[in-house]
């Protein structure tokens, strides 16, 4: 019940193209769901977060879908850049908790 | 200042040496924490420190030892570690608990590779 899901484990698209990357929960305590952008050789920095009152939220080219019923949400970069080629890790929470549950990771590779 | 600043940057160490990591930060948080990253995996909680005092600890054995000898800073103090010990130690720090209605925002610093021979 802790586990979150994430796929595709790696994706590479072409410079402007929109990457999508999936996940899914099952705990229902869950109430707080960031993703976090990882460069090699550096620790992961928080891109974008959404709680699950609101079904999408946008920062920049960077927009969360978060479907409730399905306990799912995806994370979308439009007009992608080389510069977004990184390991991105979705999460998850409860409370206003410390114990983050992070998925797998996606390893995308934006060509030029 | 939002900067977690963690040192060593690298680690090369024995299975019979001691030795510390450490991490800092000046944005006012109460909350630090620190992850295990293997290559290509999530980051793995180890603990977590609240206003001080250690609040989770994922059963970590023993020859990993915390420190946080004040609001500011973290230790990770190592002692007869293992090979498969070998990983990114990532330090990361939030607001704190009591932050309410502001979720816990996690700032990681850039980690500290640790390799054990």
């Known amino acids: 019940q802790q586990q979150v899901k994430q796929s595709p484990q790696s994706l590479i698209v072409q410079k402007g193209g929109i990457p999508i990357i999936n996940c899914a929960y099952e705990n229902t305590a869950f109430d707080y769901f960031p993703w976090y952008q990882q460069f090699p050789g550096k620790g992961p920095a928080l891109l974008i977060a959404i709680r699950p009152d609101v079904s999408e939220k946008k920062e920049g080219r960077f927009t969360i879908s978060f479907n409730k019923s399905a306990k799912q949400f995806s994370l979308h970069i439009m007009d992608s850049q080389p510069g977004d080629s990184a390991t991105y890790f979705c999460?998850?929470?409860?409370?206003?908790?410390?114990?983050?549950?992070f998925g797998p990771g996606t390893r995308l590779s934006v060509l030029p | 200042d939002t900067e977690v600043t963690q040192t060593p940057k690298h680690l090369v160490m024995g299975m019979t040496n001691k030795k510390s990591l450490k991490c800092e930060q000046h944005m006012g948080h109460r909350a630090m924490y620190w992850y295990k990253q293997k290559a290509k995996k999530p980051p793995e909680l180890m603990f977590v420190?609240?206003?001080?005092?250690?609040?989770i600890n994922e059963s970590v054995p023993s020859r990993f030892s915390p420190e946080c000898p004040n609001s500011s800073l973290l230790n990770l103090h190592l002692h007869a570690l293992q090979p498969e010990d070998s990983a990114l130690y990532l330090c990361a720090s939030s607001q704190g608990p009591r932050a309410f209605g502001t979720n816990e925002k996690l700032f990681f610093g850039s980690g500290t590779q640790l390799s054990v021979l």
């Open positions: 420190y609240s206003y001080e005092k250690l609040s």
């Open positions: 999460a998850a929470s409860r409370n206003y908790g410390q114990n983050f549950v």
